[in-house]
Each structure stands twice: as C-alpha cells, then as structure tokens.
C-alpha cells in the first residue's frame, strides 16, 4: 500500500505539489498566527499588569454611598469626594486598620468649602489726569468665568484722586464718640461713614470722604456678593507725581507713596477643605514630599484657641495650601475718569446719585485673573499678614449631582436655581467674606450651610484656618496615566468639549471650576488639615458630621504591585473582610481606567450656552473584563483560523478526489473494497500532510522572526501533528466518498442537475441554478468565506470594546495597539483563504461544466457573457457568505462585547460589503480561465 501511494503521489506531482502547498501554507500560518494572537496576549496582560497600579487597591465609603449610576454601569464620577460629606467613624476606620493584608489605610474627612479672599489689582497710573486738581476714576469691574462664556457685571468702583491734603483716621476705641486722626485732633465718628479720610479744603475746614465699605450684609436677606459692592477709595496725587494712600500694615495705619496707582479689591474664593491623617498621606501618595515651602502637616496637628486683639477668641487650625488653585475666573474692568466728580462732603445715598449720574472720558481697560490674585498671595510669603487665611464660622457642603439618562447614553445633568443669600449665612461681626459671585449662576449641586459653633452660643469666637505649608498636588506620587483615575484625591477637574460646537465654544479648553461650589465642575480638596484637628475645629457643632467625620478610606494591599489574577484575588479577600467587619461600602479600585463619560450641560443663567463635554469617570475592574475579553477573543480566533484551514484544504483534497474519479470507479471493479480505497486516499493525504509539517517546522520560525513574532520551538514543533491532523481530517469526507465509488460513477455527469430549479431566463438565473446543482461545492465556498469575515468582524468588536463606549477606557485603548495587529492580520488571512476558497469553487465549477460552457460558446455566446455568468456566481456565493459570517460575527460580537451597539452592526453591514467585493474580485481569475478552453476539443469528447 505505501508503495502504492508514492507512486500515486509521484505519478501525479503537480496535483500532489499544490496539495503540499496548500497544507504548508495553511500549517504555517496556522502556527504563525497563533504565535502572533499569544504574543498579543502576553502583550495585553503585561500592559494591564504594568499600568493598572494606582494609589489605591480598595475604596471604602458609608454604606449607602453608591449612586445608581455606580450600580449599573460600574462607573465612579470623578472627584467623587467632592460630593461625600462624612459617614465613617473613628472606630470603624480602626476596625479597618486591624484587617490583615492592609498595608496602608488613608482616611480623608471632606469638611467642605471655605471661604478665603484673593485680591484683585488695577494699576490706574494711566487713567490719571495730572492736571486736574480732583478727579474721580470710575472702575466698572465684569467678571466672567468658563472660558469667559459666563459674564457677571458689577457695581462700579471709584477712586477719587486729590491733589489736596489728607487726614487719615489712626485707629482707637469704635465705640468713642471722636477718633484720633493723623494731624493729631480728634473728629467727630460719622456713623454713616465710619473712619475715613477728610480732605482739607482751602479754607483749612475738612470734609469726610465717604466709603461704604459695603460687604452686603443682611440679617434678612443674607450674605451679597461681590457684584453688589461699592466702594470709594482716596488717594492724593503728590506733587512730586507719587500717589500717597494710607494702609493698614501691622496692626496700625501707615501713609504709603508709591510711583503707581494700584487699586486693589477682594474678590471671596471658596477653597474645599479637607482632614487627613499625614502618615497616612505621605506613604499613599508621598503629601510631604510635594511640600514646597513651610512645614508638612503633623499627626499631633490641632486647632490652636488664643486671643485676637479687643480680646476676641480665636481659634484657629493648621493647613496646608495648594500651589494650584485650578480657578478660571477673570475679572475684567473698564476705566472711566470723571473729571468733575466731588465726592468730599456727601452722604453714602448722595454720593452713589452724584457719582453714577457723572458723565466721563473711557482711559483704557484692565484684566486680573483669580488665579493670578491667589499666586500674588503665595508669592509674600507664609505669615500672619501674608498668605494665607479663611473662614470657619461656617463651612458649606456642595452634594453630588444628578443627571437624566438620554437615549444615546449620554448623562445631562440637573440644573438647580441659584443659590439664595441666606446659604451664605447672614450678618455676624466675624464674618469677613462675602458670597463668591459666581454663586448667582445655575446649580448644578445642592449647597447645605454647616454652622462650626453651638446653635445659639452667646460667646462669638473667630474660627479660621491658617498656612504652615504649601504643597503641589501635581508632584504627589505619579502613576501610569492608563490607571491615573479621576478617582485621585488631588486630581485636577478638566473637561473637554465633546463636540466641535463645543470645543469652539471652549476655545479648544478645558472646562474648569467656576468658583461656583454649587457648580458642575468640582475642583479637588485644596486646603488639606490634620484628622487631630478636627473634633475640637467641630466642637459643638451640630453637624452629624462631627462624630462621625470620615468620607472615605483609601486602602493600599500588601504584596501587590499591580493587576494579575493572584492580585485581584488577594484584594477581593480583603474587601470582603472590610465589609463583613465594618458594614461599609466597599470598592475594588485596582485594575480601574478612566472611562470617558459623554456629559450634557445645560446653559447657565450667565451666559454659558449648552455644552456636551467629555467628562473622565472611572471604570471600575476594567482590566478583569479586559484580559478576559482577550482570552475570548484568542480562543475565537483559533479556533476560526483552524476551521478555515480546514475547509480550505478539504475542497482541495475533495478537487483532487474528482480528478480520479475514473481511477477509483476502475480500482472498485478490480476488486479493491472500499476500505482500502478510503485508506487509499487518507494515506495520500496523510503523507502530504506530514512532509508539508516538516517543512513548516522549517519555514515557521524564520518566518515569524521577519514578521517580528516570538514563536518558541515548542510552537513551531506543533506544525507537524497540526498538518498531519489538518490533512486527516480535510480527506475524511472526500475519502468516504471515494470509498463508496461505484464502477458507474465513472459515466455520470460530474454536475447533477437541479430538478426543482425553474428554468432560467437570464444569467443571474443561470448562475443560481448552476449554484444549486452542486449545493455541497457552494456551501463550502460561502461557509469558507463566512468564517473569514466573522473573524474580521470580531477583530473589529474586540476593537470596538477596548476602544469605545463598552469598556470605554484609556487603558483598554492602549491595550487595543497590542491586539490590533496581530488579530487584523489572522482575520485578514481567513478572509483571504475564505475568497481563495470561493475563486478554488468557481473555478472547479469551469472546469466540470467545461463541455457546457463550450457549447454556449459555439451557438454564440460571447466570453463577456460567460465571463458575467461566472461573476454572477461570484456574487451569490459572496453575498451568501457575506450575509453568513456577518451574522455569526454579530452574534459573536454581542457575546464578546456584552451588547450590541449600533456601531457594531455598522462595520459587521461595512464587512459584509467588503466581502462581497472581495469574492468578485476573486471570481476574475476563473472567469479568464474561460477564453483558454479548447472548444474544438471539448465539443469533440463530447
């Protein structure tokens, strides 16, 4: 029998060559490209290992904190904290200490937002007209925020300029009827005006120049902003050209000349608090290591109580300042002069008449940004008069926002009326600041006002905060920027626009704080205190806070370095220990990415139009879903890359298995059993299949190394079984075929006939009736080629999963650029072999039909008529299997993805199309085949 067989393979080299090279193309690939989808695969796992290391392993917050979005898309906001007030007690933050495995747990109590001020600066020099004797600069202050789409107008601010003497009030007792002035007499105190320069007239009287130092209190209304407030500031003009202005410095009046006029303003900033343990801090995130001046913050840090001068309480705790106050507010002014303005003499409501009705020349405009206020104050240095203090009568506590679901996934967030005055609180002597303007714009978050003092105390007590340190949050330990979350503590607010409407109206910015604590965009804690500090700064409070301070818990595992298996495990144990023990809710962060969120703004009530912004949430376990989808996907694509190999080869085999059909049908009426006949054919094809194993053994390596794929031994080893397996299993169906061969199969018509068919009356007709007559030839074709185009489009869904609106993440997006290659190209090979398969069909179809299409072509048919006959055919085996692998691909994708997006049934429809191209692309080759047939010969042996 063996000698048999090599002299069946040798009679007949050319068909065995291409059947050896069908195997050996097949093996080879076969080996190649499974090297190239686990080289992906250690690249994607090595990827999520390398970058999923973040701060923090575990997120422990109050039970209950989850939000439904969190629920059902395991999606986390960012700058969660923001919104999370307190909820976890000292006890429970012990209890989580205790549990084995914590390596490091990081509490921050979220106090809420302060109020502080920034000093706003005009320099007016230019504005002067030194000629005159008294003029009044008119000062018409706008502030805009948002990239300048929110505009606020404000009360206009004078500054009257005098070349006349001055007296200025040197302080004394507020409750005398006279005080001291600088020419050393004493003046009656104006109750309207209070202590204020009097400009010396030039008969020697004097005249008050009021200010009315309007802060906006109310003990009705509440707290106004800075918007409301007027004000006249005086200034001498010197003769030697200098301004003269006189300052408070020190705890005592001081007469200032300077070479420029500058007026300066405050503008109230709020600036979120927070207390952390700072062991804590520095071994998460490195806090004392991002100190840039003063001093770190200490475990034993507290509030310090001394006394004010007048003997006032004070109490006051240490925190630490960012170098970064993440603030996009400008304030822009239009200067005026108002040359025949005379302030000296008049009362507070007469003057706003006559300074307001004053016609003027414009002399120019100013800008100052918030940001740069805050820096000016960074820049004099930590110390009592310097940088930096706030306010603590009252802290306010911004919730989380809400959204509506749109039918495109998109979140649109809830809009709330502006804030009312009274959230601010309302009149108290130690109140300093106002409301921040950007208050009276849209809400986006609720505002609750959280007294620091005992309702109703009788003994007022100024509560602040003061610098020791300044830190930079951008120098706290970095992390993979595939794993740096939003769920950071420190990480900046930025979002960018969505759309192109959108970036425009951004001016290709980010959106960030407004200043607004009722605003979309939260920024993160700024001020940072000590945990020590807190249950004396909130002694007698009646906030539910106060016992029980803690918003969440950030907790770093021992013995994990970053996303494996082995890792998540490990964490997931201690989780659960954390909530069994504590009743917390409780959040595995490792393995977390950004995941872009598509959010809609509502326009604000100061002139910010709508906007849809991509906001970066967090994904919740993303690189579990990862690596499992890539194991899926490998898996897929194996299996898809085998089976196609296989139908390849089968029709190759089944061709050649034709080819002899005389021989064998000869063979059976020797005697031979069909047995014998069947091993006849599978031992033909086994030895093909072996000698082309070793030569694939031979061309895999070299062959992977050109291509840059490491395929060990092992792998390359594995090509002989899988094209000895390969060719068995191609030659079992041919091979019972031939085993059942009668002796008259020899006479029969190699194309049966389609009985049930109609008869044709066009070639499209035609080619669906040749189609039918050899169902098996063309399901073989259209299954070969669906195969290729599932895989295609499975490539295109697990593409789709890391990249988009599934998984949605960065991480899974940079893992895409490992899987891309390497699975584009194993779906691009089975489309190809899928499309030779089709062209091996339609060719095999020619060459058993060539006496027939010989004939068409003697009563005239033309060879663009048969050449469109074939083509035809081309088209319906290709729109069969197009229609085929695109459905089986959206059924694999919806399995691999999860869902089914309208994205996906896109490319599976953009596949199908490419399919179809593709085969009547193929179908060129056998269509030329067909001006090389012998007619004249044809015609005769028929």
């Given at each position: 029998?063996?000698?048999?067989?090599?002299?069946q393979?040798?009679g007949?080299?050319?068909?065995?060559?291409?059947?050896?090279?069908?195997?050996?193309v097949?093996t080879?690939?076969?080996?190649?490209?499974?090297g190239?989808?686990?080289?992906?695969?250690l690249e994607?796992?090595?990827a999520?290992?390398?970058?999923?290391?973040?701060?923090?392993d575990?997120l422990?917050?109050?039970?209950?904190?989850?939000?439904?979005?969190?629920?059902e898309?395991?999606?986390?906001?960012?700058?969660?904290?923001?919104?999370?007030?307190?909820g976890?007690?000292?006890?429970?933050?012990?209890?989580?200490?205790q549990?084995?495995?914590?390596?490091?747990?990081?509490?921050?109590?979220?106090?809420g937002?302060?109020t502080?001020?920034?000093?706003?600066?005009?320099?007016l020099?230019?504005?002067?007209?030194?000629?005159?004797?008294?003029?009044?600069?008119?000062?018409?202050?706008?502030f805009?925020?948002?990239?300048?789409?929110?505009?606020?107008?404000?009360?206009?601010?004078?500054?009257?300029v005098t070349?006349?003497?001055?007296?200025?009030?040197?302080?004394g007792?507020?409750?005398?009827?006279?005080i001291?002035?600088?020419d050393?007499?004493?003046?009656?105190?104006?109750?309207?005006?209070g202590?204020?320069?009097r400009e010396?007239l030039?008969?020697g009287?004097?005249?008050p120049i009021?200010n009315?130092?309007?802060?906006g209190r109310?003990?009705?209304?509440?707290?106004?902003s800075?918007?409301?407030?007027?004000?006249?500031?005086t200034?001498?003009?010197l003769?030697?050209?200098?301004f003269?202005?006189?300052?408070?410095?020190?705890?005592?009046?001081?007469?200032?000349?300077?070479?420029?006029l500058?007026a300066?303003?405050?503008?109230?900033?709020?600036?979120?608090?927070?207390?952390?343990?700072p062991?804590?801090?520095?071994?998460?995130?490195?806090l004392?290591d991002?100190?840039?001046?003063?001093?770190a913050?200490?475990?034993d840090d507290?509030?310090i109580?001394t006394?004010?001068?007048?003997?006032?309480?004070?109490?006051?705790?240490p925190?630490?300042?960012?170098?970064?106050?993440?603030?996009?507010?400008?304030?822009?002014?239009a200067?005026t002069?108002?040359?025949?303005?005379?302030?000296?003499g008049?009362s507070i409501?007469d003057?706003?008449?006559?300074?307001?009705g004053?016609?003027?020349?414009?002399v120019?405009?100013?800008e100052?940004?918030?940001?740069?206020?805050?820096?000016?104050l960074?820049?004099?240095?930590?110390?009592?008069?310097?940088?930096?203090?706030?306010?603590?009568?009252?802290?306010?506590?911004?919730?989380?926002?809400?959204?509506?679901?749109?039918?495109?996934g998109?979140?649109r967030?809830v809009?709330r009326?502006?804030?009312?005055?009274?959230?601010?609180?309302?009149?108290?002597?130690?109140?300093?600041?106002?409301r921040?303007?950007?208050?009276d714009?849209t809400?986006?978050?609720?505002?609750?006002?959280?007294p620091?003092?005992p309702t109703?105390?009788?003994?007022?007590q100024?509560?602040?905060?003061?610098?020791?340190?300044?830190?930079?949050?951008?120098?706290?330990s970095?992390f993979?920027?595939?794993?740096r979350?939003?769920?950071?503590t420190?990480?900046?607010p930025?979002?960018?626009?969505a759309?192109?409407?959108?970036?425009?109206?951004?001016?290709?910015q980010p959106l960030?704080?407004?200043?607004?604590?009722?605003?979309?965009?939260?920024a993160?804690?700024?001020l940072?205190?000590?945990l020590a500090?807190v249950?004396?700064?909130?002694?007698?409070?009646p906030?539910?806070?106060?016992?029980?301070?803690?918003?969440a818990?950030?907790?770093?595992?021992?013995?994990?370095?970053?996303?494996?298996?082995?890792?998540?495990?490990?964490?997931?144990l201690?989780?659960?220990?954390?909530?069994d023990?504590?009743?917390?809710d409780?959040?595995l962060?490792?393995?977390?990415?950004?995941?872009p969120?598509?959010?809609?703004?509502?326009?604000g009530?100061?002139?910010r139009?709508?906007?849809?912004?991509a906001e970066?949430?967090s994904?919740?376990?993303?690189?579990?879903?990862?690596?499992?989808?890539?194991?899926?996907?490998?898996?897929?694509l194996?299996g898809?890359?085998?089976v196609?190999?296989?139908?390849?080869?089968?029709n190759?085999v089944?061709?050649?298995?034709r080819?002899r059909?005389p021989?064998?049908?000869?063979?059976?009426?020797?005697?031979?059993s069909?047995?014998?006949?069947?091993?006849?054919?599978?031992?033909?094809?086994?030895?093909l299949?072996?000698?082309?194993?070793?030569?694939?053994?031979?061309l895999?390596?070299?062959?992977?190394?050109?291509?840059?794929?490491e395929i060990s031994?092992?792998?390359?080893?594995?090509?002989?079984?899988?094209a000895?397996?390969?060719?068995l299993?191609?030659?079992?169906?041919p091979?019972?075929?031939?085993?059942?061969?009668?002796?008259?199969?020899?006479?029969r018509?190699?194309?049966?006939?389609?009985r049930?068919?109609r008869?044709?009356?066009?070639?499209?007709?035609?080619?669906l009736?040749?189609?039918v007559r050899?169902?098996?030839?063309t399901l073989?074709?259209?299954?070969?080629?669906?195969?290729?185009?599932?895989?295609?489009?499975?490539?295109?869904?697990?593409?789709?999963?890391?990249?988009?609106?599934?998984?949605?993440?960065?991480?899974?997006?940079?893992?895409?650029?490992?899987?891309?290659?390497?699975?584009?190209?194993?779906?691009?090979?089975?489309v190809?072999?899928?499309?030779?398969?089709?062209a091996?069909?339609?060719?095999?179809?020619?060459?058993?039909?060539?006496?027939?299409?010989s004939?068409?072509?003697?009563?005239?048919w033309?060879?663009?008529?048969l050449?469109?006959?074939?083509?035809?055919?081309?088209?319906?085996i290709?729109?069969?299997g197009?229609?085929?692998?695109?459905?089986?691909?959206l059924?694999?994708?919806?399995?691999?993805?999860?869902?089914?997006?309208?994205?996906?049934?896109?490319?599976?429809?953009?596949v199908?199309?490419?399919?179809v191209l593709?085969t009547?692309?193929a179908?060129l080759?056998?269509?030329?085949?067909?001006?090389?047939?012998p007619t004249?010969?044809?015609l005769?042996?028929?």
């Open positions: 029998m063996l000698g048999f067989i090599w002299a393979l040798r007949r080299a050319g068909r065995s060559a291409a059947l050896l090279t069908g195997v050996l097949a080879t690939g076969f080996v190649v490209l499974t190239a989808t686990t080289t992906s695969r994607v796992t090595g999520v290992e390398r970058d999923t290391r973040a701060a923090y575990i422990v917050r109050p039970h209950g904190a989850r939000t439904p979005l969190e629920v898309r395991g999606l986390v906001r960012p700058n969660y904290l923001s919104g999370l007030f307190g976890i007690t000292p006890a429970q933050y012990e209890q989580v200490k549990v084995a495995g914590v390596d490091v747990a990081a509490p921050i109590a979220m106090l937002y302060s502080s001020s920034v000093s706003v600066r005009f320099d020099t230019d504005a002067v007209d030194r000629s005159l004797d008294q003029q009044v600069i008119r000062v018409d202050p706008t805009t925020a948002e990239r300048g789409l929110s505009t606020a107008p404000s009360r206009p601010r004078y500054v009257y070349k006349r003497p001055l007296l200025y009030p040197e302080g007792d507020p409750n005398a009827s006279s001291p002035y600088s050393g007499r004493m003046y009656p105190y104006d109750l309207q005006c202590d204020v320069p010396v030039p008969d009287r004097t005249q009021c009315p130092h309007t802060i109310s003990s009705d209304d509440g707290w106004t800075e918007r409301e407030n007027w004000s006249v500031d200034v001498r003009l003769p030697d050209g200098r003269e202005q006189n300052r408070w410095l020190s705890g005592r009046a001081e007469r200032v000349a300077t070479d420029q500058v300066t303003y405050r503008v109230t900033v709020p600036f979120l608090l927070a207390a952390v343990d062991d804590a801090e520095q071994r998460l995130v490195g004392d991002a100190v840039i001046e003063g001093r913050l200490r475990p507290t509030a109580d006394h004010l001068p007048m003997h006032v309480p004070e109490r006051s705790i925190v630490l300042s960012t170098s970064r106050p993440y603030l996009d507010a400008t304030v822009r002014s200067l002069r108002l040359p025949q303005a005379r302030p000296a008049l409501p003057l706003e008449q006559a300074l307001s004053a016609t003027g020349v414009k120019g405009t100013e100052y940004a918030l940001a740069d206020g805050y820096l000016d960074l820049a004099a240095g930590i110390s009592p008069t310097g940088c930096c203090w706030g306010e603590l009568q009252t802290i306010f506590q911004a919730g989380a926002p809400e959204y509506d679901r749109l039918p495109d998109t979140l967030a809009t009326a502006p804030l009312a005055a009274k959230t601010f609180g309302t009149e108290n002597m130690y109140n300093f600041n106002g921040p303007w950007s208050a714009d809400g986006f978050r609720p505002l609750t006002s959280v620091m003092q109703g105390a009788t003994i007022d100024v509560r602040n905060w003061r610098t020791v340190g300044i830190f930079d949050p951008e120098k706290l970095g993979s920027d595939l794993s979350l939003p769920l950071e420190y990480e900046p930025r979002l960018d626009g759309d192109e409407r959108s970036r425009q109206a951004l001016g290709g960030e704080p407004s200043g607004n604590p009722a605003g979309y965009v939260s993160p804690p700024l940072l205190t000590s500090a249950p004396k700064l909130m002694e007698g409070s906030s539910p806070t106060r016992t029980a301070p803690i918003s818990i950030r907790i770093r595992v021992a013995d994990v370095a970053g996303y494996t298996e082995r890792s998540a495990e490990r964490v997931r201690i989780a659960e220990r954390i909530a023990t504590t009743g917390l409780v959040d962060t490792i393995g977390s990415s950004p995941a969120q598509t959010i809609e703004l509502p326009a009530s100061l002139g139009p709508d906007l849809r912004l970066p949430w994904a919740l376990g993303i690189a579990s879903v990862i690596t499992k989808a890539v194991d899926r996907k490998s898996l897929v194996f898809l890359v085998l196609v190999c296989a139908l390849f080869l089968g190759a089944s061709a050649a298995v080819d059909r021989e064998l049908a000869v063979l059976a009426c020797l005697g031979w069909a047995r014998r006949i069947a091993a006849l054919v599978l031992g033909e094809v086994a030895a299949g072996l000698a082309a194993g070793l030569l694939a053994l031979g895999a390596l070299p062959l992977a190394a050109a291509l840059g794929i031994w092992y792998q390359a080893a594995l090509a002989v079984p899988v000895l397996l390969l060719a299993v191609a030659g079992v169906v091979a019972l075929r031939a085993a059942g061969a009668h002796p008259a199969a020899a006479l018509p190699m194309v049966a006939p389609a049930w068919v008869r044709p009356r066009n070639l499209f007709g035609m080619a009736v040749n189609l050899t169902p098996g030839r073989l074709g259209a299954g070969a080629l669906a195969i290729g185009l599932t895989a295609l489009t499975l490539v295109s869904a697990a593409a789709y999963a890391f990249r988009g609106a599934i998984v949605g993440n960065l991480l899974g997006d940079a893992v895409s650029l490992n899987v891309r290659g390497a699975d584009t190209l194993a779906a691009v090979v089975t190809v072999l899928g499309a030779g398969a089709v091996d069909v339609l060719y095999l179809n020619v060459r058993d039909r060539a006496a027939e299409l004939t068409l072509r003697a009563v005239g033309t060879d663009t008529e050449s469109r006959l074939v083509g035809y055919e081309g088209l319906l290709g729109t069969l197009a229609v085929a692998g695109a459905g089986l691909g059924a694999g994708a919806a399995w691999l993805v999860g869902g089914l997006p309208t994205a996906l049934i896109m490319v599976a429809a953009a199908a199309l490419g399919g593709l009547c692309l179908a080759v056998p269509a030329a085949l067909l001006r090389r047939l004249a010969r044809l005769a042996e028929e």
